[in-house]
C-alpha cells in the first residue's frame, strides 16, 4: 500500500512569490490535514479537511494561506505572496476515521528567501 | 485548549543503556496520546498511541510508552538503546472531546544513542 506522498520535497522561492504544494494521500482515506513545523519549533495543526470539505482551518496563519482538494483526493496547499517567515516544513497526513492515528507524509521543506 | 510539553531537547543515551523521552500534556477531556518518530529526510512514523486501557502501551522497535493520568504524562521507554534508534520524536495529544480531531504535538526531542 502506496503511503502518503508530498511534493516537492524541497522548495527554495524568493520571498513575493508563488508556492503551491501537493499531498496525495493514502486512497481511501477521508481525512486530509496539513501541519507545518517552522524553524525547529512545534508541529502546528494548519486545516482538515474531510473529503473536499474544510472540517477546521483554524490553524492557518493567514489569507495568503489557500488548501484545496477538489474531489476529496489529492490537497493542495498555496502560498501567495510567500513570506520569509513562511518558511518551514510542510507535513501532510491522512486518516480512515477520525480515530484513528494519522499517517503522514515525508514533508516539504519550503525556504523563502 | 490542548498542549504538549517536551521538556528535553536532546537526549543523549549510550547504547545498550536505558533511554526516557519525557512529555507531559494538557486537555479538558480525555486524552488519545501519540508518539511518533521523524529519521532523517523521512516523513513522521508512528510509533505508539494510548487511548484506553493499559497504561503502558507497547509499540514498534520495542518501544514503550506509560499513561500516567495523575501526572498528566506520557513518557516514552526502551529497555535498550540501538544506535539507529538515532532520530527526532515528538510526543501528540488529541482531545477526545475535540470534533476538530487535530494532533497538537510537542516540540520534540532530540535522541542521540552513542555506540
Known amino acids: 500500500e502506496a503511503g502518503v506522498t508530498q511534493f516537492p520535497s524541497h522548495s527554495v522561492i524568493e520571498k513575493g512569490q508563488t508556492v503551491t504544494l501537493r499531498c496525495d494521500p493514502i486512497?481511501?482515506?477521508?481525512?486530509l490535514y496539513w501541519y507545518r513545523r517552522v524553524m525547529g519549533k512545534e508541529i502546528k495543526f494548519l486545516l482538515h479537511?474531510?473529503?473536499?470539505?474544510?472540517?477546521?482551518e483554524s490553524g492557518m496563519p493567514n489569507n495568503r494561506f489557500l488548501a484545496e482538494r477538489t474531489g476529496g483526493t489529492y490537497s493542495t496547499l498555496k502560498v501567495q505572496p510567500a513570506e520569509l517567515e513562511d518558511s518551514g516544513v510542510y507535513f501532510c497526513?491522512?486518516?480512515?476515521?477520525?480515530?484513528?492515528?494519522?499517517?503522514f507524509g515525508q514533508g516539504t521543506r519550503l525556504t523563502v528567501v | 485548549a490542548q498542549s504538549v510539553a517536551q521538556p528535553e531537547d536532546q537526549v543523549n543515551v549510550a547504547e545498550g543503556n536505558p533511554l526516557t523521552v519525557k512529555c507531559t500534556y494538557s486537555?479538558?477531556?480525555?486524552?488519545?496520546l501519540f508518539w511518533y518518530v521523524q529519521y532523517p529526510n523521512r516523513g513522521l512514523q508512528f510509533l505508539l498511541k494510548?487511548?484506553?486501557?493499559?497504561?503502558l502501551v507497547k509499540g514498534s522497535y520495542g518501544f514503550e510508552a506509560e499513561f500516567n493520568k495523575s501526572q498528566t504524562s506520557f513518557h516514552l521507554k526502551k529497555p535498550s538503546a540501538l544506535v539507529s534508534d538515532s532520530a527526532l520524536y515528538f510526543c501528540?495529544?488529541?482531545?477526545?472531546?475535540?470534533?476538530?480531531?487535530?494532533?497538537?504535538f510537542g516540540g520534540g526531542t532530540r535522541l542521540m544513542v552513542k555506540p
Open positions: 497526513a491522512s486518516s480512515q476515521t477520525r480515530t484513528e492515528r494519522a499517517f
Open positions: 486537555v479538558s477531556g480525555n486524552p488519545y
Open positions: 494510548y487511548i484506553t486501557g493499559d497504561n
Open positions: 501528540a495529544v488529541r482531545d477526545n472531546n475535540n470534533a476538530g480531531n487535530m494532533l497538537t
Open positions: 479537511f474531510v473529503k473536499e470539505s474544510k472540517q477546521d
Open positions: 486512497s481511501g482515506h477521508d481525512n
